[in-house]
C-alpha cells in the first residue's frame, strides 16, 4: 500500500474484498508459500524478456507493482491451475474465527464451516473482475516488499560472482557438450 507506515507492514488492517456476488473475503500478506506459488505463475506462463524489463530498482513502487501486475496478468492463461492456487492461498473468508484455545464452541464451529464452503464455492471459479482486482490488491499491497527482495538477491548475486572471481561466466571448453552425460567407466564384472 502506498504510503504505509512501518508499524502497519508489522500489523497491518486487514483488505477486505467483496467479491461481485457481494461475498467477502480477507486478503492475507505474502509469506514464503504464497511467493512460491506466485513464482510459479510468473515462470511457467511469462515472456523471459518481460521479466527480465522487471526493474527492482525503480524509485517508484507504483511503477514497479504496474510492471510486475502485467507480467502475471499475461503470465495466467499459461499458469491457470497455478493463479486460482495463489489467490486461494492469499484469501479467506471474513469474518472467520481463527482461534486455537479454548477450542471453538459449536455454533463457531458452524459458523467457520459455512464460511467455508461459501469460499470454496466463490473461489473454485471466481468472476474474472473478482480475479483482476484480487490480483491487482495483492500485487499492489506485497510490491514493495517483493522488489525489496528483488534488490536484495540482485547484490547477494553480485557480491557472490564477485567473491567467486566470475565476472565473466566462462564459456565450457571446446568439444564439451554440458548436457551429455559423462562417459561410464567400464563395469569390472
Known sequence: MAGESEVDRLDPVPVVIKLESGFPIEVV??????????????????????????????????????????????????????????????????????????????QENEANTALMDRYTEEMFNPELEDTILLFETIITNEAPDIQALGKKLQHLWTVARKALGAEQPTPPPEGMDLHSPEPTPPSST
Open 29 to 106: 500478506r505474502l509469506r514464503t508459500r504464497q511467493l512460491f506459488r506466485l513464482m510459479r505463475i510468473i515462470t511457467r506462463g511469462a515472456n523471459p524478456a518481460a521479466l527480465g524489463a522487471l526493474d527492482f530498482k525503480s524509485d517508484d513502487p507504483g511503477k514497479f507493482a504496474g510492471q510486475l501486475l502485467s507480467i502475471v496478468l499475461m503470465a495466467i492463461p499459461d499458469a491457470e491451475n497455478e493463479a486460482i492456487g495463489f489467490l486461494q492461498s492469499m484469501t479467506k473468508p471474513s469474518g472467520l474465527v481463527e482461534r486455537r484455545t479454548p477450542a471453538l464452541s459449536k
